[in-house]
């Protein structure tokens, strides 16, 4: 794994400057923050946000070339986001590139496993690959990544874990058996760990989004995704901004009593 570009104060200094539409909301304290699957659509924003309130922001990425072009339209609007080559569903590169990021950044005292993919298909087409390769990405990604990051939230007696699920973990969804099942864990995890680590001021929980409005979405014919949109009380899709406010609601000091939840964002579409 690689940091691409590397970092002068003096472009940290316009994370939080240079947006000048929305002021600047400094945090209290300024944290090395990990976002996994940065690089895309509900990623992007949470990176920015997180860089706007004034952390340091990390991601990882597999695809070098899109991140390298990810990474440069950042700085063109003004984030500095520092960007790793790791695939997280793989144990042994995850472990080198936490290191990395500490070594480099300091340590990460904020996770959000939000990398995830997904391999639709009914379950009698269903291939191995289609199955490991879903579980992979979105469910041994968030172990690969939180075992060696907790050890940094334990020393710094402070800790924030965020992991993006999906409304489709709750209420199951045709052809997707292998990504409900990826999603579903990961709030089993969420649980478990909160429980854990509660007395230690870290705290675990899951933000499982619905139908947003992202380039997948779209590219779903119109009378489709009219007939989606008619389900969701709300009236409209989720945008990855209301993904990331509730990240920014999570990590907020003030959201400490908040552990082993699930934060439904999907408009009022599955009521649990
Ligand atoms: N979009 C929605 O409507 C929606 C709804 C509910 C939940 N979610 C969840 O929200 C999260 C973000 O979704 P999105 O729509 O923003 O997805 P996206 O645009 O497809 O981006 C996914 C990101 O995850 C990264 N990634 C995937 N597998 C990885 C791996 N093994 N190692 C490293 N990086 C990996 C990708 O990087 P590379 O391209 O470099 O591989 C990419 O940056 C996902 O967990 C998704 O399941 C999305």
């Given at each position: 794994?690689?940091?691409?570009?590397?970092?002068?104060?003096?472009?940290?200094?316009?994370?939080?400057?240079?947006?000048?539409?929305?002021?600047?909301?400094?945090?209290?304290?300024?944290?090395?923050?990990?976002?996994?699957?940065?690089?895309?659509?509900?990623?992007?924003?949470?990176?920015?946000?997180?860089?706007?309130a004034?952390h340091?922001?990390?991601?990882?990425?597999?695809n070098?070339?899109?991140?390298?072009?990810?990474?440069?339209?950042?700085?063109?609007?003004?984030?500095?986001?520092?960007?790793?080559?790791?695939?997280?569903?793989?144990?042994?590169?995850?472990?080198?590139?936490?290191?990395?990021?500490?070594a480099?950044?300091?340590?990460?005292?904020?996770?959000?496993?939000?990398?995830?993919?997904?391999?639709?298909?009914?379950?009698?087409?269903?291939?191995v690959?289609?199955?490991?390769?879903?579980?992979?990405?979105?469910?041994?990604?968030?172990?690969?990544?939180?075992?060696?990051?907790?050890?940094?939230m334990?020393?710094?007696?402070?800790?924030?874990?965020?992991?993006?699920?999906?409304?489709?973990?709750?209420?199951?969804?045709?052809?997707?058996?292998?990504?409900a099942?990826?999603?579903?864990?990961?709030?089993?995890?969420?649980?478990?760990?909160?429980?854990?680590?509660?007395?230690?001021?870290?705290?675990?929980?899951?933000i499982?989004?619905?139908y947003?409005?992202?380039?997948?979405?779209?590219?779903?014919?119109?009378?489709?995704?009219?007939?989606?949109?008619?389900?969701?009380?709300?009236?409209?899709?989720?945008?990855?901004?209301?993904?990331?406010?509730v990240?920014?609601?999570?990590?907020?000091?003030?959201?400490?009593?908040?552990?082993?939840?699930?934060?439904?964002?999907?408009?009022?579409?599955?009521?649990?």
């Open positions: 794994m690689t940091s691409v570009l590397p970092i002068s104060k003096e472009q940290m200094s316009k994370n939080s400057s240079s947006d000048t539409s929305t002021p600047p909301s400094p945090v209290a304290v300024p944290r090395v923050c990990l976002v996994t699957g940065g690089t895309g659509a509900i990623g992007t924003v949470i990176c920015q946000r997180l860089a706007k004034g340091t922001v990390a991601t990882t990425y597999r070098e070339e899109k991140a390298k072009a990810w990474q440069e339209e950042m700085a063109k609007q003004g984030y500095v986001i520092h960007i790793f080559k790791c695939d997280v569903g793989n144990f042994d590169e995850t472990q080198k590139c936490v290191k990395a990021i500490v480099q950044l300091g340590p990460i005292t904020i996770l959000i496993n939000n990398a995830g993919i997904t391999r639709d298909t009914s379950l009698r087409k269903m291939s690959d289609q199955w490991r390769d879903v579980m992979s990405s979105n469910l041994d990604s968030v172990f690969n990544v939180t075992r060696p990051a907790l050890d940094y334990l020393e710094s007696s402070f800790g924030r874990i965020i992991n993006i699920s999906s409304i489709n973990g709750q209420k199951g969804q045709f052809g997707q058996s292998n990504y099942a990826a999603k579903a864990g990961m709030h089993g995890f969420t649980k478990a760990l909160a429980q854990e680590v509660a007395k230690k001021n870290i705290t675990v929980n899951t499982s989004p619905g947003i409005e992202t380039e997948m979405i779209m590219a779903v014919p119109e009378n489709i995704r009219q007939g989606i949109m008619s389900q969701i009380p709300v009236g409209r899709f989720g945008t990855p901004e209301d993904v990331a406010h990240v920014c609601f999570l990590i907020n000091p003030d959201s400490s009593f908040i552990t082993g939840a699930n934060i439904a964002t999907n408009g009022g579409h599955f009521m649990d």
